[in-house]
Structure formats: structure tokens, C-alpha cells
């Protein structure tokens, strides 16, 4: 059965210091990956997704950029983080347009 | 954990009643739509989906109602239960490679 992972569960972070967001997928292959963010009692906005290795497409511009390195990776990363990237960061995959299904979230604290 | 549903509406159901969620889509070229439930803290589990060329579904005390013509999906849980309580997001395929999330209902159920 498919599976996803993602780590940290919680991370704080000082402004102006680098992120690393990892989400990993097992049990399937060439799924769809997709980055969500979700601010406190507010719903998902759809950040980043990839459709293969290397390709990513970015939904809204922002302070943070994704990279795909293997087929069942995907990596969130910012290089100086603002306080507005606060949030509770939800990974994704797809595969065919069917399972949709998330990770347990990240939820970053920038101080 | 991380708080949701500060912001969003609350439809609050006694017990043992049915709940009726309701969601407006946005794009009428979407597909695939889904039925999330998130509680405090964790990522959206999936409930219930429904294609485009149905427009009823039904789960285990779940049916999802889909009306294209008004671009309109409900959620109806039967016999509500605490364990309902949560945030519930409604999910739509604009295109098979994004996921786009309505802006969720806060379900409180009451003894």
C-alpha cells in the first residue's frame, strides 16, 4: 500500500534562516506531488506540484521554491524565511488524477 | 496542535441528526471532486469522492450530491457523531495535475 511521509511534524525557525521541507512517497511510482500551506483556521492553498523528476510548477510567488530530486521526493526549501511563512505545511500525491492523499503536515514557526 | 477552523464557518448538530455540509465550486471544467475531513493538527483524511458523470454517491453514513448545472457539492453525514467534529473540505480537479481546496465548514457536534 502506498504511504507518505513527512518530517519535521513541528519546526521553529528564526527569521532570515533557511528551510528544508522533505515529503516522501513509497508504494507507488511517478505519483503527482504537490506542497500545500494552510495559515491557522484558514483552508489549503496549493503551493507547488510536480508531474515527474525535475519538473515543478509554482502556483503563487512567494518566498519559498520546491525541487523534485528523485521520483517519490519532493522538497520544500526557502533560503530566508519571513514570518509570514508561518503555517501548517501539507504534502500530497496523485497519481492518474486519483488518491489525492496528504501527509501528517509540518507546522512551521518562524520567530 | 495546530488550530483550524478560527475563521471558517460552524454548522453545529446535535447527536445521532444529520449534517449537511454544503461547498460552491469554482471551475466548471472540474471532474473529480472530494470530500476531506481534518482534524486539529493532522493532514485531511479522505472521506468520499464523486466524478463528474455521477451525481450522487454514498459511503459508510456519508452521501456526496453533486449538481453541475449551479456548481454545487454537499456532504451529508447520517446519524452525526462526536467523532465527526471537525473541519470538512470540499476538493476540486480543475486539471488532472492540481488539487484546489474550497475554504471549509467547522462541524460541531453536541450531546
Known amino acids: 500500500s502506498q504511504t507518505i511521509h513527512q518530517w519535521p511534524a513541528t519546526l521553529v525557525q528564526p527569521v532570515g534562516s533557511p528551510l528544508s521541507l522533505e515529503c516522501t512517497v513509497e508504494?507507488?511510482?511517478?505519483?503527482?506531488l504537490y506542497w500545500y500551506r494552510q495559515a491557522a483556521g484558514r483552508g489549503l492553498q496549493l503551493l507547488f506540484y510536480?508531474?515527474?523528476?525535475?519538473?515543478i510548477s509554482s502556483e503563487v510567488p512567494q518566498n519559498l521554491s520546491a525541487s523534485r530530486p528523485q521520483d517519490r521526493q519532493f522538497i520544500l526549501s526557502s533560503k530566508k524565511l519571513l514570518l509570514s511563512d508561518s503555517g501548517f505545511y501539507l504534502c500530497?500525491?496523485?497519481?492518474?488524477?486519483?488518491?489525492?492523499?496528504f501527509g501528517s503536515g509540518t507546522r512551521l514557526t518562524v520567530v | 496542535g495546530e488550530s483550524v477552523g478560527l475563521h471558517l464557518p460552524t454548522l453545529s448538530v446535535q447527536e445521532g441528526d444529520n449534517s449537511i455540509i454544503n461547498c460552491a465550486y469554482s471551475?466548471?471544467?472540474?471532474?473529480?471532486f472530494i470530500w476531506y475531513k481534518q482534524e486539529s493538527g493532522k493532514g485531511p483524511q479522505f472521506i468520499i469522492d464523486?466524478?463528474?458523470?455521477?451525481d450522487k454517491r454514498q459511503g459508510q453514513r456519508v452521501t456526496v450530491l453533486l449538481n453541475k448545472t449551479v456548481k454545487h457539492l454537499s456532504l451529508q453525514i447520517a446519524a452525526t457523531q462526536p467523532g465527526d467534529s471537525a473541519v470538512y473540505f470540499c476538493?476540486?480537479?480543475?486539471?488532472?495535475?492540481?488539487?484546489?481546496f474550497g475554504t471549509g465548514t467547522r462541524l460541531q457536534v453536541f450531546p
Open positions: 500530497a500525491w496523485s497519481v492518474r488524477n486519483y488518491g489525492y492523499t
Open positions: 508504494g507507488t511510482s511517478n505519483p503527482n
Open positions: 510536480s508531474v515527474g523528476i525535475g519538473q
Open positions: 471551475n466548471s471544467a472540474s471532474d473529480y
Open positions: 464523486i466524478r463528474s458523470n455521477m
Open positions: 476538493a476540486e480537479t480543475p486539471d488532472t495535475d492540481k488539487l484546489i
